[in-house]
């Protein structure tokens, strides 16, 4: 009942008015593998350290002692981070802390009158701290708070919110689900224009399934179901030809693509011990991110994860933009005990 409350709520609030940008910190998945796996994870069969950053219900106390830390090259000077680790664990309570944060790089500022002003800079930074509950054998929940600021220039803002996530196992049928809740938050203002308002928040669910006899899993994420219609103004409007002046009528299924755009899924391969391949497919970014009628690799990601001695390595390349891939590059390591 309480999370039925909570989601009537969280729809209520992504249908107001008073909306702000969103954070890619904070949006996007910044380790390699969930980037790999085509985005965020509701669901894992396993705790992962490195999708602990965003999703509270995957983090397990037998993280203490190792870092995950994450980076994305995103394009031009934008760079991205994440680091988290468990700090400590008590019972069926586990507390992790880490950071997330985005830099825009340096830029050269001038006056209304074309003065340079000197160089200045941006990003979103954001501390974050959460707590996870290990019901019991098969049920898992967490709520992560962050808070930070974001900032361009004389332009400044504060921000507080948290995430919140549930998630089942069923080991004998090698099979999760899960629901993770992003960006539940508030933006206000602090020096400048800045607006104020609620974070854009993203509800997802989320099933994994893997296989007795077959070395690979299946991952499929379905995103924003606040909400149902997320394709442009126009999309399923019909054209107009500039020279006849004949209408083109527009065949796009309407209902299909709109379901489609909510909808992710990935693929992770075992290739041996600590050595696993993922690839995933977006379809909405796949659509949207069209160039004069080429899709290219638009909507697709692949990655790779291995174990080197005391830490596992993960790399991935995912398409965000028009300017062409990005890579991820995710990093836990073991800190010696003493």
Same mark, same amino acid.
Request: no cysteine; glycine share 14%; proline share 4%.
């Given at each position: 009942?309480?999370?039925?409350?909570?989601?009537?709520?969280?729809?209520?609030?992504?249908?107001?008015?008073?909306?702000?940008?969103?954070?890619?910190?904070?949006?996007?998945?910044?380790?390699?593998?969930?980037?790999?796996?085509?985005?965020?994870?509701?669901?894992?069969?396993?705790?992962?350290?490195?999708?602990?950053?965003?999703?509270?219900?995957?983090?397990?106390?037998?993280?203490?002692?190792?870092?995950?830390?994450?980076?994305?090259?995103?394009?031009?000077?934008?760079?991205?981070?994440?680091?988290?680790?468990?700090?400590?664990?008590?019972?069926?309570?586990?507390?992790?802390?880490?950071?997330?944060?985005?830099?825009?790089?340096?830029?050269?500022?001038?006056?209304?009158?074309?003065?340079?002003?000197?160089?200045?800079?941006?990003?979103?930074?954001?501390?974050?701290?959460?707590?996870?509950?290990?019901?019991?054998?098969?049920?898992?929940?967490?709520?992560?708070?962050?808070?930070?600021?974001?900032?361009?220039?004389?332009?400044?803002?504060?921000?507080?919110?948290?995430?919140?996530?549930?998630?089942?196992?069923?080991?004998?049928?090698?099979?999760?689900?899960?629901?993770?809740?992003?960006?539940? !938050? *508030?933006?206000?203002?602090?020096?400048? #224009?800045?607006?104020?308002?609620?974070?854009?928040?993203?509800?997802? @669910? &989320? +099933?994994?399934?893997?296989?007795?006899?077959?070395?690979?899993?299946?991952?499929?994420?379905?995103?924003?179901?606040?909400?149902?219609?997320?394709?442009?103004?126009?999309?399923?409007?019909?054209?107009?030809?500039?020279?006849?002046?004949?209408?083109?009528?527009?065949?796009?299924?309407?209902?299909?693509?709109?379901?489609?755009?909510?909808?992710?899924?990935?693929?992770?391969?075992?290739?041996?011990?600590?050595?696993?391949?993922?690839?995933?497919?977006?379809?909405?970014?796949?659509?949207?991110?069209?160039?004069? !009628? *080429?899709?290219?690799?638009?909507?697709? #990601?692949?990655?790779?994860?291995?174990?080197?001695?005391?830490?596992? @390595? &993960? +790399?991935?390349?995912?398409?965000?933009?028009?300017?062409?891939?990005?890579?991820?590059?995710?990093?836990?390591?073991?800190?010696?005990?003493?």
């Amino acid at each position: 009942v309480g999370l039925y409350i909570l989601l009537l709520l969280l729809v209520n609030i992504s249908n107001g008015q008073d909306i702000v940008w969103g954070s890619m910190p904070l949006d996007l998945s910044i380790d390699a593998r969930s980037s790999a796996l085509s985005g965020k994870l509701a669901a894992n069969m396993e705790p992962d350290g490195g999708a602990a950053a965003y999703n509270p219900a995957l983090v397990d106390s037998t993280s203490i002692g190792v870092v995950n830390v994450s980076y994305l090259n995103y394009f031009a000077s934008i760079q991205i981070a994440a680091v988290d680790a468990v700090v400590k664990n008590k019972g069926k309570h586990t507390i992790h802390m880490g950071a997330r944060f985005s830099s825009f790089g340096k830029f050269e500022g001038y006056d209304s009158s074309g003065w340079p002003t000197g160089d200045f800079s941006g990003g979103d930074y954001f501390l974050q701290s959460g707590i996870t509950w290990k019901i019991d054998s098969v049920w898992t929940a967490g709520v992560t708070g962050w808070g930070g600021f974001r900032n361009l220039e004389r332009e400044n803002a504060g921000v507080l919110g948290f995430d919140a996530a549930v998630m089942r196992v069923w080991p004998e049928k090698i099979f999760a689900a899960g629901i993770l809740i992003s960006g539940i !938050g *508030r933006q206000f203002a602090g020096t400048g #224009s800045q607006p104020v308002g609620w974070m854009p928040i993203n509800i997802q @669910l &989320g +099933i994994t399934k893997g296989f007795e006899n077959a070395p690979f899993q299946l991952y499929l994420q379905a995103e924003h179901l606040e909400e149902w219609s997320l394709a442009p103004e126009g999309t399923y409007e019909d054209d107009i030809d500039p020279l006849t002046g004949e209408t083109i009528p527009n065949s796009t299924w309407e209902f299909g693509d709109q379901f489609g755009r909510h909808l992710r899924a990935g693929v992770e391969i075992s290739l041996g011990s600590g050595l696993g391949a993922q690839i995933g497919y977006d379809y909405r970014r796949r659509v949207e991110m069209v160039a004069a !009628g *080429r899709k290219g690799t638009n909507g697709l #990601s692949i990655g790779l994860k291995m174990k080197l001695g005391d830490f596992d @390595l &993960g +790399i991935a390349r995912n398409t965000y933009h028009f300017a062409g891939s990005s890579t991820h590059l995710s990093i836990a390591l073991i800190l010696p005990r003493y």
